[in-house]
């Protein structure tokens, strides 16, 4: 069964940090694109960034409004993906999304894990 | 950025129409996603018009000029959710429509 899962969630304080986990399982990961969407309770979904295959170099593209604060990362050999945060905000509450892009579109997708940031 | 109406209200059987609207949607691909509450989204239409397998015949998507219309004819209660449209910004960077709440 083609899915991937999302881990890590919780809460942590303003200007702190939280790492992510999406694994993935049923499909060839090592060639798919990786993508992080957020949503904030009661809004839509936000892309957050993007990590291409080994073929595209692993190259990262981010949202403007977490760039210099995210950073995502993969290990193939372990079929998984992260999602690094850092100068974490109030407003970067959400649930967080991981998607796997193995055609052209955001193809498999988990139901997601919680962040809150909060004092 | 695109632009989606809130909602739409449909009776069961009827057709649900929901558009997208967005200066790049003449030059890329618009992608839509069902998203039901607790659950993970579901692409609905790939490029514009392609339905994946596994996705009911009802749905059907168009796009022309800068507006992407997803269709769902003969509505059912299941089909209610919210529904995304998605496409690529030309920076290499991808956006979502504000989302639309279907009621059935």
């Known amino acids: 069964e083609v899915q991937v899962e999302e881990s890590g969630g919780g809460v942590v304080q303003p200007g702190g940090s939280l790492k992510l986990s999406c694994a993935a399982s049923g499909f060839t990961f090592s060639d798919s694109a990786l993508h992080w969407v957020r949503q904030a309770s009661g809004k839509g979904l936000e892309w957050v960034g993007r990590?291409?295959?080994?073929?595209?170099?692993?190259?990262?593209e981010y949202a403007e409004s977490v760039k210099g604060r995210f950073t995502i990362s993969r290990d193939d050999s372990m079929r998984m993906a992260y999602l690094h945060m850092s100068g974490l905000k109030t407003e970067d509450t959400a649930v967080y999304f991981c998607?796997?892009?193995?055609?052209?579109?955001?193809?498999?997708w988990g139901r997601g894990t919680r962040v809150t940031v909060s004092s | 950025e695109l632009t989606q109406p809130p909602s739409v209200s449909v009776s069961p059987g009827q057709t649900a129409r929901i558009t997208c609207s967005g200066d790049e949607l003449p030059k890329k691909y618009a992608y839509w996603y069902q998203h039901k509450p607790g659950q993970a989204p579901v692409a609905v239409m790939l490029?514009?018009?392609e339905r994946p397998s596994g996705i009911p015949e009802r749905f059907s998507g168009s796009s022309s000029g800068t507006t992407a219309t997803l269709t769902i004819s003969g509505v059912q209660a299941e089909d209610e959710a919210d529904y995304y449209c998605q496409t690529a910004d030309v920076s290499g960077t991808y956006v979502f429509g504000p989302g639309t709440k279907v009621t059935v």
């Open positions: 998607s796997g892009m193995i055609g052209d579109a955001f193809d498999v």
């Open positions: 490029k514009d018009s």
């Open positions: 990590i291409r295959s080994k073929t595209y170099n692993s190259a990262t």
